[in-house]
């Protein structure tokens, strides 16, 4: 068993960069990168966006001060500033605002360690 947990363990470690550097990407008006835990997805505001990330489709929908509200799969959350909220079986968290660009973290759950 000792033997065939390492290699399992050693697959996945070779892997792993493989799956995040395939998830990362951008198109008109984001980009994401993206590795095992999640995804930082950059939002262009003024530009309708759709990324699909982990799978699920993240929307940007509208900014209202510091309030940020996404459509996440088939959820639409609003999320302050700084803030984490379920959605769509993600955790979001939006950590930066600006006159130009939202960005929000998408994470699953999943930690690389």
């Not at 980009?31 to 995804?39: F, N």
């Amino acid at each position: 068993m000792p033997v065939q947990r390492m290699l399992a363990l050693s697959a996945f470690a070779l892997l792993t960069p493989l799956a995040a550097a395939a998830c990362s990407s951008s198109g008109p008006g984001y980009k994401s990168e993206c590795e095992v835990s999640g995804c930082t997805v950059t939002f262009t505001r003024g530009v309708n966006a759709k990324a699909t990330v982990l799978g699920i489709d993240a929307e940007l929908v509208a900014v209202n001060g510091n309030t940020v509200t996404l459509k996440v799969g088939g959820q639409e959350v609003s999320i302050p500033a700084g803030q984490t909220q379920p959605a769509d079986g993600l955790r979001a968290t939006v950590q930066e605002i600006t006159d130009d660009k939202v960005v929000v973290r998408l994470t699953t759950g999943v930690n690389a360690s």
